[in-house]
């Protein structure tokens, strides 16, 4: 691309170019600013890398990233089509961060702060790994740093996989398909026709982590080790060796498992996360599931007895608390919640005709209060349940730890 482009049209705004922020092998992205004068990125591809498979890519970026929920993945907010040098090449728009993880590390990082940032940046990827999408060009370049709320996200899905059965368009990466930064890439992804999967990401994780703290990226054997620049976080060198493993099968499977082995050495900032079906979005597992509210939508009287009909049918946990509240609530001699019988989305009670519009209050206020507190029932237990998880994992740690020394020290 010879001349960069002064705006980019969208069908609802236009963004103007302020300046370049980066490039890659088949696009640029540029600094732009909206109509409203708030600043964007726009990433565009090139005119003479506008071919069939390519398009197909960026066609699948912008999907992934459109739908795409969760913090510390980059957003697209809007997209559209700019004629240079007489072709029409595709761009998207996304926000601005300021920042990468890479300038992060070439101003060096305090200790304590890394495996913060680094808990965001497996959070991120996971995501992905969650909707069966392998980055496979995860580098600090890629990472995004917003210094004002210090998040990191993971931009950059230009080569990604991405499975049928979530976006249907999915394009195999061709043996000639060059890498943009081939120091990151796993050992298979150099190889032609080998398989790549979400361990060639663990790989660049393992290399991202040590870089973090030593500034070195680990090639070969007698690489920069984190213990010999931290003795607090030494613990970390076998995980680092474990992620960077030449072969695929010797690496951690998941980032879950990467994380186990964080949250056994008392990392309480690492969150474990999984995908809900339901909402199709990824939650933390220590998060219980939102309890839908319940709500009063008709109201009969037949034969002395007053009769609603609920939005839904309620939990167990729900009628249980209804029945049994705790806390702040108010009844009178002539009705109380013991009094209110349940079948399916129906609720009755027997009551005078000039009671109707209390017991009609009464039973809307019965019914928030118990899903308040089914819903911090369901919390606590989740807690609950991390905790247990937490403590086991500590546990495996330790016994691990302790065998290693005993057989490392045992002369036969």
């Known amino acids: ?27 640029r992205v540029y600094k732009v600013v909206d109509v409203d004068g708030k600043e964007f990125a726009v990433k565009c591809l090139f005119p003479d890398h506008v071919n069939t498979e390519r398009k197909k890519r960026f066609k699948n970026e912008i999907r992934f990233c459109e739908r795409n929920q969760h913090k510390n993945v980059i957003s697209v907010i809007d997209h ?37 940032l680094y808990s965001q940046i497996l959070d991120g990827v996971e995501a992905a790994h969650l909707f069966k999408v392998w980055h496979r060009d995860l580098k600090p370049e890629n990472i995004l740093f917003n210094p004002t709320d ?16 979530i976006i249907a368009t999915e394009v195999v990466t061709k043996p000639a398909s060059r890498m943009a930064n081939i120091r990151y890439s ?36 007698g690489y920069k080790t984190i213990s010999s620049v931290s003795d607090d976080y030494a613990y970390l060198d076998g995980l680092v060796e474990r992620m960077i493993q ?23 900032f690492i969150a474990r996360q999984e995908l809900d079906k339901k909402r199709n979005e990824v939650v933390p597992t220590s998060e219980a599931s939102k309890v839908a509210p ?9 034969n002395g007895n007053l009769i609603f009909e609920l939005n839904r049918t309620p939990e167990a946990g729900i009628i249980q608390w209804f029945n049994n509240p705790q806390g702040s609530y108010s009844h ?27 017991v009609t209050n009464a039973l809307k206020d019965y019914m928030n209060l118990a899903v308040s507190h089914y819903q911090a029932f369901l919390d606590e237990q989740a807690h609950k349940r991390e905790m247990e998880m937490r403590k086991r994992l500590e546990h495996e740690i330790a016994e691990a730890e302790k065998r290693e020394r005993i057989l490392k020290n045992i002369k036969i």
């Open 1 to 27: 691309m010879a001349k960069k482009p002064k705006t980019f049209h969208t069908t609802f705004n236009t963004y103007r170019v302020t300046g370049v922020l980066g490039e890659g092998g088949s696009g």
């Open 80 to 116: 559209g089509l700019i004629n240079l040098h007489d072709v029409r090449c595709p761009f998207y728009v996304m926000p601005f961060y300021p920042k990468t993880l890479r300038t992060l590390i070439n101003d060096s990082i305090d200790h304590h702060k890394i495996l913060p």
């Open 150 to 165: 210090d998040v990191l996200v993971i931009a950059d899905f230009g080569i990604a996989h991405f499975e049928e059965d």
């Open 186 to 221: 796993a050992p298979e992804q150099r190889k032609k026709g080998a398989e790549v999967d979400q361990r060639a990401d663990i790989y660049s994780l393992g290399l991202i982590l040590n870089e973090m703290f030593t500034g070195d990226v680990p090639q070969g054997a």
């Open 246 to 268: 030449q072969n695929p099968n010797a690496r951690p499977i998941s980032i879950d498992e990467v994380k186990k082995e964080l949250i056994g050495r008392k990392n309480q």
């Open 294 to 302: 319940v709500k009063l939508v008709a109201v009969d009287y037949q």
């Open 332 to 358: 009178t001699g002539i009705w109380s919640p013991q009094m209110f019988s349940f079948s399916g989305n129906k609720v009755s009670i027997p009551i005078k005709e000039r009671y109707a519009q209390q």
